[in-house]
């Protein structure tokens, strides 16, 4: 018989019976080595157990006829099944060996699908063949026969990406065993890597591999594994390996039945081998399904599991992805298939993608995407069911979990809303509306105390206006309707997002419904729908407060949302609204300023013909191309040449339906009209272009096609532009254009200044003739005096380039000879004006204006042809009629204002162009400068008129860059002006001193640098954004220590103190002293707000130094008794240690204010946060140390004192104790061992600190249920919700009346616990500091004795302000005299003391303090 004759090969009857009994007692996980002669002779036929496979094999098939059982053929012919199974297992167990060979390979694998297929055949278990052990590690043979080289390479990946996903701020560190494990498998794929296989031999490795899991697939049909849980698993591991094995050829469809042998490919064959484990075959329950499923959870979440370590993550390979894509398409089939079967273990399956998902975003769009294929399979119910779940997971306190909630929102915003049908249960029904997903997850989360979901909050807002749904659209349009818009939950949960109740770990373990505990806060669900008025301007402020985020990803995010919402007509396209976007293209981030240009330029693509939209583009993007960052540059100018540049064409082939150029000529209109004043950055533009030979001949002419009609202004601008830099030019047409303008009755100031520019560029290519005939038509235009001010500065400027030569002496004498009869005929003029009797009583203003002007500009190029009549002139227009000329040899006095005469008849507009003509003429006679300069430093200072005012600052910083030596002398004149009441004057005179400091024509001396400093808290805020642009961007960066080098002064300066025999020792007036002053409780917050702008601006070098200085310059002194602890050293002394109490004042080296926003994921970043930790811990201890030697002996010394003094500063001393110790706080016996008793006094004040913050998180609790409940609009407006909102209200305001003012943008976000230095500050300025001095309230309670205090309340007639009553009221019941009618008639009443009576003494107490007990016992012994 073939059988027998094919089993004799296996040699059976040779092996003894010891060895295969010691084979079946080690249970198959060991064996004893066969006998080699036989091995031999069993290996010498290749294919023998291919041979016993094929006859066996008749034999398994039950529908063929059988007459004969294979176990009856093997008993007759003396065949043992015990030795077979020996034998076999001896191959299958050398196979899995360390480094097996090609042979040991494919006879494990042979001899894997024979036992199989042993135990497919009928009686396999009645003959005992079935052994769970060596069934398990036949189906580990292909995972362990295959090479791992490739293997090695992805595991390493795989672990490199497990590593790379830290929390924020946090290191991640791999688990030991995790390593451990590594390293074994790398040693053993090291050993492999010495072995070489070819394509042939990985071809047969394949073949085995595919026979082992058909025969498995055929085992499976027939043999169950309901009993067999253990081996159950194994399959479903092997299976679901093998899904990535190798790719599949085309599409993989699960919906054909098709037959084992027609699967071609290792995923099919394993698919098919899942979806029989799905039968009942292998369990009634679905313990098979659930194994399943949760196997192919990690295939859907790209990641790979290993024993006795969490699962780490794939690279999302091409194979990785396509794994995915047909695991999701499988769990569709079965979920089809066994419907009522699977949905419960459809949910869980969707909970635990979501509760394992990472933070990565390729996986996190990825599992989105899987999760909302899954949950559209589901009925209403249970969709409806998964989105209550997602809202829940979507409020946990892991910042990857709220950034896949969002992410799941906006895939299921992309499918089409469920409608509703009979099976969803009514209080459900709210969770299928895409309402609820935008309202209630991805616009709840616009406020989220992560910076990251922050901004991927509003990028999932502004994508769901791009959806296709007009849902989604409509819903973001409700939440900005002017109306309000209904709002499932209630949003202002949101701000709760920091105290979230972690879900469970160990739910991940098994697979099971994930129950997600929310806060308590968080204390229901659709039941609380409640409607939102969103007004349009709250909204906006809230964006406004988005865009200027701290993060840069969330200020990114927010920008992109804005413009969404512009683009869309969600918001209208408002200068307001769309400043907001132009603002940001001057971000201090790179990337935002890059992003604010895209915004604006995705907006402008869409709404190409709004003239707002428009305006906003140049104002955003033009300023650009002067940016200090090349690739800011770069972006501006590639923006400019897209939408601009580009489109400019000839005017035959211009056409008004292309959007394109139409945009362009209307940008460019826009630059000659509303947007003139960003000339220069469009100049700058073109002198970036010029050397790259950007504009060719054939541009030019497009531009000169078009200078005629309605787009000429925008033509001359382009061409003033070019024209310098531009090829030569058709001169005809700028000359025939000349003529026309020069007749024109109609003058265009924008288009001939253009025009006149380009006359200018052309003029040394021109010919005498055309040269003479044009300066004569300048000249007969000038002396018209009918020309609009801009027009004739650009004539003037023409006519000096026209008389350009080689020669210079030519060039003088062309200039006296125009120039100076410009200023003859301006001279005539003024003398006919001024001198006649009756000159002055007809003026035409806008003449003498235009005569002054001239005469200002052409002076400039003629100095030797102004005479002293002309300064006598010009100097009459500025003095009274009485005194029109001084006599011969007088002079006006030279300490006298120009305002100090009697009233003058000239106008205001006069005399503010008669500043400027005489600051002209005076930049070039010297003697002229020295003799008004006093005058005017005088008008400064006593001058009424706005415009004389503004413009005599402009004079003076002009005259200091022409005679800087003589006019620094007045710059503190100057800069008094920081404080003029007008704001024109004193932005004027910011914006000229920083010209002069950025050219270091002024140097930081005297009281400059805190007169600037006082401009940071300027009434106007937008001067003070002004000051705050040129100290830190334009000042700071050519001075970097210069905030360091006065901010100790600044401390003496700002509280008014000249005590000190070093600093605030400059000379200043007393109305300077007084303008400047920010001396008292009432500017305190002004104070330091300045503080807190310098100290942001400090390296950790400087707050380090600055430290110390200011122990040595300001403690010390006191400690020394340098300077006296009287009322103003007081205050002097409470300012430092706020300063020092301030959160500012921490080094980012410690604080982690520098840490990166988000986490990195290569090993540069890795490296760089453990050299941030390494660097955070020596900082530490180098501050520790100069904390413990320079700083704590001062402070020790200070606080004896202030006791001694019963000083009020001592409260101030102990908040920065406090603030401070926050860092050591279990060393505090240890930093403070030379005074117990202020280590003991500071760690109690700790404890109290750390109590008060329980208190304040726990009535923060309260307040959020009580915000649950609606009141109506009145109560709301006039009453305070809750007496723990009224408690809170009362600790606002301290009793002391003294309080450190907080950082602007202290209160951002959705945190409400404070900053602890805030916090602390706050509690000690409230008198509750110290146990010991505490002052009792002014606040009397009384009721009688075993009463309940009631409701009722007297008060004196006197008013009393900001009574409170809420938590931590308490009411002391005094003894009293029994049968008082007084007291029985006051039962239940609360008593207030009147303010005008004189507050009660607190009785004195007889108490010791320990220490002092302790003492006086020591001395007695």
Same mark, same amino acid.
């Given at each position: 018989m073939e059988l027998i004759r094919a089993v004799q090969l296996l040699k059976l009857n040779s092996v003894s019976t010891a060895w295969v009994d010691a084979v079946w007692d080690f249970e198959f996980t060991h064996t004893e080595p066969l006998d080699p002669v036989i091995e031999e002779e069993i290996k010498e036929d290749p294919d023998v157990f291919k041979a016993v496979y094929t006859q066996l094999l008749t034999f398994s098939n039950e529908d063929e006829d059988n007459t004969q059982s294979v176990w009856v053929v093997f008993g007759e012919n003396g065949v043992s099944a015990k030795t077979l199974v020996a034998v076999l297992s001896y191959f299958i167990l050398s196979a899995k060996a360390k480094s097996p060979s090609l042979e040991q390979r494919l006879c494990g694998l042979q001899a894997a699908s024979l036992y199989l297929l042993l135990l497919k055949i009928p009686g396999s278990v009645a003959n005992k063949v079935y052994h769970q052990i060596l069934f398990d590690t036949c189906l580990n043979m292909p995972l362990k026969c295959w090479p791992q080289d490739s293997g090695k390479k992805r595991k390493k990946d795989s672990l490199k990406s497990s590593q790379g996903d830290p929390k924020p701020g946090k290191r991640s560190k791999p688990p030991k065993k995790m390593s451990e494990e590594m390293e074994i498998d790398d040693d053993e794929d090291d050993e492999e890597e010495g072995m070489y296989f070819s394509a042939q031999d990985l071809l047969k490795l394949r073949e085995g591999i595919v026979l082992l899991v058909r025969t498995l697939l055929r085992l499976l049909e027939k043999f169950s594994l309901r009993d067999k849980p253990q081996s159950a698993d194994s399959c479903v591991q092997l299976f679901t390996e093998l899904t990535n094995f190798e790719p599949v050829i085309g599409d993989l469809?699960?919906?054909?039945?098709?037959?084992?042998?027609?699967?071609?490919?290792?995923?099919?064959?394993?698919?098919?081998?899942?979806?029989?484990?799905?039968?009942?075959?292998?369990?009634?329950?679905?313990?098979?399904?659930?194994?399943?499923?949760?196997?192919?959870?990690?295939?859907?979440?790209?990641?790979?599991?290993?024993?006795?370590?969490?699962?780490?993550?794939?690279?999302?390979?091409?194979?990785?992805?396509?794994?995915?894509?047909?695991?999701?398409?499988?769990?569709?089939?079965?979920?089809?298939?066994?419907?009522?079967?699977?949905?419960?273990?459809?949910?869980?399956?969707?909970?635990?993608?979501?509760?394992?998902?990472?933070?990565?975003?390729?996986?996190?769009?990825?599992?989105?995407?899987?999760?909302?294929?899954?949950?559209?399979?589901?009925?209403? /119910?249970?969709?409806?069911?998964?989105?209550?779940?997602?809202?829940?997971?979507?409020?946990?306190?892991?910042?990857?979990?709220?950034?896949?909630?969002?992410?799941?929102?906006?895939?299921?915003?992309?499918?089409?809303?469920?409608?509703?049908?009979?099976?969803?249960?009514?209080?459900?029904?709210?969770?299928?509306?895409?309402?609820?997903?935008?309202?209630?997850?991805?616009?709840?989360?616009?406020?989220?105390?992560?910076?990251?979901?922050?901004?991927?909050?509003?990028?999932?807002?502004?994508?769901?206006?791009?959806?296709?749904?007009?849902?989604?659209?409509?819903?973001?349009?409700?939440?900005?309707?002017?109306?309000?818009?209904?709002?499932?939950?209630?949003?202002?949960?949101?701000?709760?997002?920091?105290?979230?109740?972690?879900?469970?770990?160990?739910?991940?373990?098994?697979?099971?419904?994930?129950?997600?505990?929310?806060?308590?806060?968080?204390?229901?669900?659709?039941?609380?729908?409640?409607?939102?008025?969103? /007004?349009?301007?709250?909204?906006?402020?809230?964006?406004?407060?988005?865009?200027?985020?701290?993060?840069?990803?969330?200020?990114?995010?927010?920008?992109?949302?804005?413009?969404?919402?512009?683009?869309?007509?969600?918001?209208?396209?408002?200068?307001?609204?769309?400043?907001?976007?132009?603002?940001?293209?001057?971000?201090?981030?790179?990337?935002?300023?890059?992003?604010?240009?895209?915004?604006?330029?995705?907006?402008?693509?869409?709404?190409?013909?709004?003239?707002?939209?428009?305006?906003?583009?140049?104002?955003?993007?033009?300023?650009?191309?002067?940016?200090?960052?090349?690739?800011?540059?770069?972006?501006?100018?590639?923006?400019?040449?897209?939408?601009?540049?580009?489109?400019?064409?000839?005017?035959?082939?211009?056409?008004?339906?292309?959007?394109? /150029?139409?945009?362009?000529?209307?940008?460019?209109?826009?630059?000659?009209?509303?947007?003139?004043?960003?000339?220069?950055?469009?100049?700058?533009?073109?002198?970036?272009?010029?050397?790259?030979?950007k504009f060719t001949p054939a541009f030019v002419n497009s531009l000169l096609s078009h200078t005629e009609g309605e787009r000429a202004a925008a033509a001359w601008l382009l061409l003033a532009k070019i024209a310098s830099c531009s090829p030569k030019l058709n001169y005809g047409t700028v000359l025939d254009t000349w003529e026309n303008t020069i007749r024109s009755p109609v003058v265009s100031v924008t288009m001939t200044c253009h025009i006149l520019s380009v006359m200018g560029d052309i003029a040394s290519n021109l010919n005498d003739d055309t040269k003479a005939r044009i300066v004569d038509d300048l000249m007969g235009w000038l002396k018209t005096f009918s020309l609009p001010l801009e027009v004739i500065s650009s004539c003037v400027d023409t006519l000096v380039r026209f008389g350009r030569s080689d020669n210079t002496q030519d060039t003088l004498r062309f200039l006296d000879r125009f120039c100076g009869e410009l200023v003859s005929v301006c001279e005539s003029y003024l003398s006919g004006v001024i001198l006649q009797e009756k000159g002055a009583m007809d003026i035409n203003e806008d003449l003498l204006v235009k005569h002054l002007y001239t005469l200002g500009v052409t002076s400039l190029h003629c100095p030797s042809k102004v005479g002293k009549r002309i300064f006598l002139l010009v100097q009459s227009v500025l003095t009274p009629s009485e005194q029109l000329v001084p006599a011969e040899g007088q002079e006006l006095p030279a300490s006298q204002p120009l305002s100090q005469f009697k009233p003058n008849s000239m106008p205001t507009v006069v005399r503010a162009h008669a500043v400027i003509t005489l600051g002209k003429l005076c930049l070039q006679h010297e003697e002229l400068m020295l003799k008004y300069l006093p005058v005017f430093a005088r008008e400064l200072e006593v001058g009424t008129e706005l415009a004389v005012r503004s413009n005599v600052v402009v004079v003076m910083c002009d005259l200091c860059v022409r005679y800087t030596n003589t006019v620094s002398r007045y710059i503190p004149n100057i800069s008094a002006c920081l404080r003029d009441k007008e704001p024109i004057v004193r932005e004027q005179t910011l914006i000229m001193l920083t010209n002069l400091l950025q050219e270091e024509y002024v140097k930081w001396k005297g009281a400059l640098f805190f007169r600037f400093a006082v401009a940071l808290v300027d009434p106007d805020p937008a001067i003070a954004d002004l000051c705050e642009y040129c100290l830190v961007d334009l000042l700071l960066k050519k001075s970097p220590l210069m905030f360091s080098q006065h901010f100790i002064e600044c401390i003496f300066h700002f509280n008014s103190y000249e005590k000190h025999k070093k600093y605030n020792k400059f000379p200043q007036t007393e109305s300077e002293k007084s303008k400047f002053s920010l001396r008292g409780l009432q500017n305190q917050g002004k104070r330091f707000r300045i503080y807190r702008f310098l100290l942001k601006n400090f390296t950790d070098e400087q707050r380090f130094n600055i430290t110390s200085k200011i122990c040595q310059d300001i403690l010390a002194s006191f400690v020394d008794s340098e300077l006296p602890l009287d009322s103003q050293g007081s205050e002097l002394l409470a300012d430092t240690f706020d300063i020092l109490s301030l959160k500012e004042m921490k080094l980012t080296a410690i604080s982690g204010q520098a840490a990166a926003e988000e986490p990195q994921e290569d090993e540069m970043a890795m490296a760089k946060a453990v050299l941030q930790v390494a660097q955070k811990k020596l900082v530490s201890q180098v501050q520790k140390r100069n904390f413990v030697e320079n700083v704590i002996p001062i402070i020790i010394s200070l606080k004896n004192m202030l006791e001694e003094q019963h000083s009020p500063v001592l409260k101030h001393l102990m908040a920065y104790l406090q603030v401070t110790m926050q860092d050591y706080r279990s060393e505090v016996k240890e930093l403070f061992a030379a005074d117990e008793q202020l280590a003991a006094e500071v760690e109690y004040n700790l404890k109290q600190f750390e109590k008060e913050k329980q208190q304040q998180e726990q009535q923060q609790q309260i307040e959020n249920q009580l915000a649950n409940f609606t009141m109506s609009p009145r109560q709301n407006s006039n009453a305070v919700a809750s007496p723990a909102q009224a408690a809170n209200v009362g600790r606002q305001t301290p009793r002391g009346g003294f309080a450190t003012p907080l950082h602007p943008h202290a209160n951002k976000g959705p945190a409400q616990t404070p900053k602890s230095a805030d916090a602390l500050r706050r509690r000690t300025y409230a008198g509750m500091l110290t146990p010991v001095r505490s002052h009792s309230s002014p606040t009397v309670f009384s009721t009688g004795r075993g009463k309940q205090i009631g409701r009722a309340i007297s008060t004196p007639q006197a008013s009393i302000n900001e009574v409170t009553f809420g938590e931590q009221v308490s009411a002391i019941c005094n003894e009293t005299r029994r049968g008082s009618k007084g007291v029985e008639e006051e039962e239940s009443v609360l008593h207030l003391m009147s303010p005008e009576q004189q507050k009660p003494v607190p009785r004195q107490w007889n108490v010791e303090s320990p220490l002092v007990q302790k003492r006086r016992t020591k001395k007695r012994i």
């Amino acid at each position: 018989m073939e059988l027998i004759r094919a089993v004799q090969l296996l040699k059976l009857n040779s092996v003894s019976t010891a060895w295969v009994d010691a084979v079946w007692d080690f249970e198959f996980t060991h064996t004893e080595p066969l006998d080699p002669v036989i091995e031999e002779e069993i290996k010498e036929d290749p294919d023998v157990f291919k041979a016993v496979y094929t006859q066996l094999l008749t034999f398994s098939n039950e529908d063929e006829d059988n007459t004969q059982s294979v176990w009856v053929v093997f008993g007759e012919n003396g065949v043992s099944a015990k030795t077979l199974v020996a034998v076999l297992s001896y191959f299958i167990l050398s196979a899995k060996a360390k480094s097996p060979s090609l042979e040991q390979r494919l006879c494990g694998l042979q001899a894997a699908s024979l036992y199989l297929l042993l135990l497919k055949i009928p009686g396999s278990v009645a003959n005992k063949v079935y052994h769970q052990i060596l069934f398990d590690t036949c189906l580990n043979m292909p995972l362990k026969c295959w090479p791992q080289d490739s293997g090695k390479k992805r595991k390493k990946d795989s672990l490199k990406s497990s590593q790379g996903d830290p929390k924020p701020g946090k290191r991640s560190k791999p688990p030991k065993k995790m390593s451990e494990e590594m390293e074994i498998d790398d040693d053993e794929d090291d050993e492999e890597e010495g072995m070489y296989f070819s394509a042939q031999d990985l071809l047969k490795l394949r073949e085995g591999i595919v026979l082992l899991v058909r025969t498995l697939l055929r085992l499976l049909e027939k043999f169950s594994l309901r009993d067999k849980p253990q081996s159950a698993d194994s399959c479903v591991q092997l299976f679901t390996e093998l899904t990535n094995f190798e790719p599949v050829i085309g599409d993989l469809s699960f919906s054909q039945e098709r037959n084992v042998d027609q699967l071609e490919s290792l995923p099919e064959l394993s698919y098919h081998g899942l979806g029989l484990l799905c039968s009942t075959i292998h369990g009634e329950g679905d313990e098979c399904r659930r194994r399943v499923f949760r196997k192919l959870l990690y295939v859907i979440l790209m990641m790979k599991t290993q024993e006795r370590s969490k699962p780490c993550l794939l690279v999302p390979t091409q194979a990785v992805c396509g794994a995915r894509d047909h695991a999701i398409l499988f769990i569709s089939h079965i979920v089809d298939e066994q419907r009522e079967a699977t949905l419960p273990l459809l949910r869980i399956l969707v909970q635990h993608i979501c509760h394992q998902m990472v933070e990565k975003s390729e996986y996190r769009a990825s599992g989105a995407q899987a999760v909302g294929k899954l949950m559209a399979k589901m009925p209403c /119910q249970d969709y409806a069911a998964i989105v209550k779940w997602v809202y829940n997971y979507s409020r946990n306190n892991k910042v990857a979990f709220r950034m896949f909630a969002l992410d799941v929102a906006m895939v299921l915003l992309g499918q089409s809303e469920r409608e509703l049908d009979d099976t969803v249960d009514p209080e459900m029904a709210v969770f299928l509306s895409h309402k609820f997903l935008v309202h209630n997850i991805v616009y709840n989360h616009r406020n989220d105390i992560s910076p990251t979901v922050r901004g991927h909050a509003l990028h999932c807002l502004a994508q769901c206006l791009e959806l296709g749904s007009q849902n989604a659209t409509k819903c973001v349009h409700e939440l900005f309707s002017n109306t309000g818009a209904q709002t499932m939950l209630d949003s202002a949960r949101s701000e709760q997002t920091l105290k979230r109740r972690e879900t469970g770990q160990k739910s991940a373990l098994t697979f099971r419904t994930i129950e997600l505990t929310k806060h308590k806060s968080i204390t229901t669900t659709h039941r609380s729908v409640m409607n939102t008025s969103l /007004q349009n301007e709250e909204t906006l402020a809230l964006f406004k407060k988005h865009v200027s985020d701290p993060k840069t990803n969330a200020r990114k995010s927010a920008l992109e949302t804005v413009m969404s919402l512009l683009k869309h007509g969600v918001i209208s396209c408002s200068a307001e609204n769309l400043t907001i976007l132009s603002e940001r293209c001057r971000d201090p981030a790179v990337s935002v300023k890059k992003k604010a240009m895209q915004c604006l330029m995705d907006l402008l693509a869409a709404l190409p013909d709004n003239r707002e939209v428009q305006e906003s583009w140049l104002r955003g993007v033009l300023p650009a191309v002067m940016d200090s960052e090349s690739s800011v540059q770069e972006k501006a100018l590639e923006c400019l040449d897209h939408v601009i540049i580009t489109h400019i064409k000839t005017q035959g082939k211009y056409r008004d339906g292309d959007t394109s /150029q139409r945009l362009a000529w209307d940008l460019l209109g826009l630059m000659c009209e509303k947007c003139q004043d960003l000339s220069r950055y469009f100049s700058k533009a073109f002198s970036v272009w010029a050397p790259q030979q950007k504009f060719t001949p054939a541009f030019v002419n497009s531009l000169l096609s078009h200078t005629e009609g309605e787009r000429a202004a925008a033509a001359w601008l382009l061409l003033a532009k070019i024209a310098s830099c531009s090829p030569k030019l058709n001169y005809g047409t700028v000359l025939d254009t000349w003529e026309n303008t020069i007749r024109s009755p109609v003058v265009s100031v924008t288009m001939t200044c253009h025009i006149l520019s380009v006359m200018g560029d052309i003029a040394s290519n021109l010919n005498d003739d055309t040269k003479a005939r044009i300066v004569d038509d300048l000249m007969g235009w000038l002396k018209t005096f009918s020309l609009p001010l801009e027009v004739i500065s650009s004539c003037v400027d023409t006519l000096v380039r026209f008389g350009r030569s080689d020669n210079t002496q030519d060039t003088l004498r062309f200039l006296d000879r125009f120039c100076g009869e410009l200023v003859s005929v301006c001279e005539s003029y003024l003398s006919g004006v001024i001198l006649q009797e009756k000159g002055a009583m007809d003026i035409n203003e806008d003449l003498l204006v235009k005569h002054l002007y001239t005469l200002g500009v052409t002076s400039l190029h003629c100095p030797s042809k102004v005479g002293k009549r002309i300064f006598l002139l010009v100097q009459s227009v500025l003095t009274p009629s009485e005194q029109l000329v001084p006599a011969e040899g007088q002079e006006l006095p030279a300490s006298q204002p120009l305002s100090q005469f009697k009233p003058n008849s000239m106008p205001t507009v006069v005399r503010a162009h008669a500043v400027i003509t005489l600051g002209k003429l005076c930049l070039q006679h010297e003697e002229l400068m020295l003799k008004y300069l006093p005058v005017f430093a005088r008008e400064l200072e006593v001058g009424t008129e706005l415009a004389v005012r503004s413009n005599v600052v402009v004079v003076m910083c002009d005259l200091c860059v022409r005679y800087t030596n003589t006019v620094s002398r007045y710059i503190p004149n100057i800069s008094a002006c920081l404080r003029d009441k007008e704001p024109i004057v004193r932005e004027q005179t910011l914006i000229m001193l920083t010209n002069l400091l950025q050219e270091e024509y002024v140097k930081w001396k005297g009281a400059l640098f805190f007169r600037f400093a006082v401009a940071l808290v300027d009434p106007d805020p937008a001067i003070a954004d002004l000051c705050e642009y040129c100290l830190v961007d334009l000042l700071l960066k050519k001075s970097p220590l210069m905030f360091s080098q006065h901010f100790i002064e600044c401390i003496f300066h700002f509280n008014s103190y000249e005590k000190h025999k070093k600093y605030n020792k400059f000379p200043q007036t007393e109305s300077e002293k007084s303008k400047f002053s920010l001396r008292g409780l009432q500017n305190q917050g002004k104070r330091f707000r300045i503080y807190r702008f310098l100290l942001k601006n400090f390296t950790d070098e400087q707050r380090f130094n600055i430290t110390s200085k200011i122990c040595q310059d300001i403690l010390a002194s006191f400690v020394d008794s340098e300077l006296p602890l009287d009322s103003q050293g007081s205050e002097l002394l409470a300012d430092t240690f706020d300063i020092l109490s301030l959160k500012e004042m921490k080094l980012t080296a410690i604080s982690g204010q520098a840490a990166a926003e988000e986490p990195q994921e290569d090993e540069m970043a890795m490296a760089k946060a453990v050299l941030q930790v390494a660097q955070k811990k020596l900082v530490s201890q180098v501050q520790k140390r100069n904390f413990v030697e320079n700083v704590i002996p001062i402070i020790i010394s200070l606080k004896n004192m202030l006791e001694e003094q019963h000083s009020p500063v001592l409260k101030h001393l102990m908040a920065y104790l406090q603030v401070t110790m926050q860092d050591y706080r279990s060393e505090v016996k240890e930093l403070f061992a030379a005074d117990e008793q202020l280590a003991a006094e500071v760690e109690y004040n700790l404890k109290q600190f750390e109590k008060e913050k329980q208190q304040q998180e726990q009535q923060q609790q309260i307040e959020n249920q009580l915000a649950n409940f609606t009141m109506s609009p009145r109560q709301n407006s006039n009453a305070v919700a809750s007496p723990a909102q009224a408690a809170n209200v009362g600790r606002q305001t301290p009793r002391g009346g003294f309080a450190t003012p907080l950082h602007p943008h202290a209160n951002k976000g959705p945190a409400q616990t404070p900053k602890s230095a805030d916090a602390l500050r706050r509690r000690t300025y409230a008198g509750m500091l110290t146990p010991v001095r505490s002052h009792s309230s002014p606040t009397v309670f009384s009721t009688g004795r075993g009463k309940q205090i009631g409701r009722a309340i007297s008060t004196p007639q006197a008013s009393i302000n900001e009574v409170t009553f809420g938590e931590q009221v308490s009411a002391i019941c005094n003894e009293t005299r029994r049968g008082s009618k007084g007291v029985e008639e006051e039962e239940s009443v609360l008593h207030l003391m009147s303010p005008e009576q004189q507050k009660p003494v607190p009785r004195q107490w007889n108490v010791e303090s320990p220490l002092v007990q302790k003492r006086r016992t020591k001395k007695r012994i």
